[in-house]
Nanobody
Framework: QVQVVESGGGLVQPGGSLRLSCAAS????????MGWYRQAPGKQRELVAT???????NYTDSVKGRFTISRDNAKDAVYLQMSSLKPDDTAVYYC??????????????????WGQGTLVTVSS
């Protein structure tokens, strides 16, 4: 069983900052990519940022220069530092973890595991 747990969401005023954290644990190993996605009300889930185990990062255009993704490979953790937040950043933010998940039959399959999501609200 794999657990992916996010934390750090909340209410913040426009222009403010928040830091999201996510940690994976359980039967997952050789994690390659970790990332953050978000889903605003009435919209599809979209990529925010990803980071590989080698440190290569990718950001959606709307957050470039404002958000920074980082990770701690030793802790299987990923972070999202969000600054200059805008009302359009309001969404549920989901952590994604891509790695080998050990099944009940002892076979590991490359899978993506999602966290439960954390709500970020940007409003005055």
């Amino acid at each position: 069983q794999v657990q992916v747990v996010e934390s750090g969401g909340g209410l913040v005023q426009p222009g403010g900052s928040l830091r999201l954290s996510c940690a994976a644990s359980g039967s997952i190993f050789a994690i390659v990519t970790m990332g953050w996605y978000r889903q605003a009300p009435g919209k599809q889930r979209e990529l925010v940022a990803t980071i590989t185990n080698g440190g290569d990062t990718n950001y959606t255009d709307s957050v470039k220069g404002r958000f920074t993704i980082s990770r701690d490979n030793a802790k299987d953790a990923v972070y999202l530092q969000m600054s200059s937040l805008k009302p359009d950043d309001t969404a549920v933010y989901y952590c994604s973890v891509d790695g080998f998940v050990l099944g009940t039959g002892g076979i590991a399959e490359y899978s993506r595991v999602w966290g439960q999501g954390t709500l970020v609200t940007v409003s005055s």
